[in-house]
Nanobody
Framework: VQLQASGGGLVQAGGSLRLSCVASGRTFSNYDMGWFRQAPGKEREFVAVINRRGSTTYYADSVKGRSTISRDNAKNTVLLQMNSLKLEDTAVYFC?????????????????WGQGTLVTVSS
């Protein structure tokens, strides 16, 4: 499956962004979808995941309560709405896909990755 992430940009602290990831190539509804991020000089880390039906979501503590992941299987799209952005949210954000029975949060458990979209939060 091919993934194309978009929606990043420059935003002031406290602002909001909505990231989008469009999938193609395979049956989107067969895949759990995750968002990860990588800040300069740091390892890629988990942000949020949604299962293939959209019935289960899970968030990193760092974004819980400020972010919402959702999906539209008819449009092959997964979204990440981020609110109350903080300076430490600055990173390249990646969407990723995997097939499985339960949602996962480790990068190595995902088979397909998008190219990333840069989110920069300024003070």
């Amino acid at each position: 499956v091919q993934l194309q992430a978009s929606g990043g940009g420059l935003v002031q602290a406290g602002g909001s962004l909505r990231l989008s990831c469009v999938a193609s190539g395979r049956t989107f509804s067969n895949y759990d979808m995750g968002w990860f991020r990588q800040a300069p000089g740091k390892e890629r880390e988990f942000v949020a995941v949604i299962n293939r039906r959209g019935s289960t979501t899970y968030y990193a503590d760092s974004v819980k309560g400020r972010s919402t992941i959702s999906r539209d299987n008819a449009k092959n799209t997964v979204l990440l709405q981020m609110n109350s952005l903080k300076l430490e949210d600055t990173a390249v954000y990646f969407c990723a896909a995997r097939q499985g029975l339960v949602v996962r949060t480790s990068t190595w458990e995902y088979d397909y990755w998008g190219q990333g979209t840069l989110v920069t939060v300024s003070s």
